[in-house]
T-cell receptor, first 115, second 113 residues
Framework: AQKVTQAQTEISVVEKEDVTLDCVYE???????LFWYKQPPSGELVFLIR??????QNEISGRYSWNFQKSTSSFNFTITASQVVDSAVYFC????????????FGQGTRLTINP | DGGITQSPKYLFRKEGQNVTLSCEQN?????MYWYRQDPGQGLRLIYY???????QKGDIAEGYSVSREKKESFPLTVTSAQKNPTAFYLC????????????FGSGTRLTVV
């Protein structure tokens, strides 16, 4: 069975600090997809990134970067120079390739950026 | 603009009542999903549908029912059999063409009074 673990329930940092959100996953599939979503107080989930299991290149998008390491089954998310607007709950998720594309979510990490 | 519309945003239910949550999408996506979110927890799959007139149970389907009579619509009924329905409900859709993840609605917060 697929499983996603986000061990950090809550993180609180001061603005401009760098922060890393951890994500560890379990799957027996050889082909799969990993995602990160942001949930602001409004409740809607906002898509941040999708990574397939064959692509282990790290990705950077502005202040956001992602480190995918298949050897440790991890897909960590780093925010550089955090801002108050980054405050939200962040979810890591895993889906099978093809089929029903059901997403399995981690428990989420509540990130608070203090001014 | 294309997207998913969930209504109502807030819903109050009395004990023993059935209530229906609406989910409509204009993205022409084939697949639709319902998730439940409890405080401090991740999202859990209730039901999903890959095509019209077909749907499957997710991990926590007991006490819920769905229909998929139109591609655009995937309403969720929370029945009186659901013992703890107070939660935040999110609807999502995806295209089967590639695994690009979901587009989510803004959610419905259901409270039993």
């Amino acid at each position: 069975a697929q499983k996603v673990t986000q061990a950090q329930t809550e993180i609180s940092v001061v603005e401009k600090e760098d922060v890393t959100l951890d994500c560890v996953y379990e799957t027996r599939d050889t082909t799969y997809y990993l995602f990160w979503y942001k949930q602001p107080p409004s409740g809607e989930l906002v898509f941040l990134i999708r990574r397939n299991s064959f692509d282990e290149q790290n990705e950077i998008s502005g202040r956001y970067s992602w480190n995918f390491q298949k050897s440790t089954s991890s897909f960590n998310f780093t925010i550089t120079a955090s801002q108050v607007v980054d405050s939200a709950v962040y979810f890591c998720a895993l889906s099978e390739a093809g089929g029903a594309q059901k997403l399995v979510f981690g428990q989420g990490t509540r990130l608070t950026i203090n001014p | 603009d294309g997207g998913i519309t969930q209504s109502p945003k807030y819903l109050f239910r009395k004990e023993g009542q059935n209530v229906t949550l609406s989910c409509e999408q204009n993205l022409n996506h084939d697949a639709m999903y319902w998730y439940r979110q409890d405080p401090g927890q991740g999202l859990r799959l209730i039901y999903y549908s890959q095509i019209v007139n077909d749907f499957q149970k997710g991990d926590i389907a007991e006490g819920y029912s769905v229909s998929r009579e139109k591609k655009e619509s995937f309403p969720l009924t929370v029945t009186s059999a659901q013992k703890n329905p107070t939660a935040f409900y999110l609807c999502a859709s995806s295209t089967q063409a590639t695994n690009y993840g979901y587009t989510f609605g803004s959610g419905t917060r259901l409270t039993v009074v």
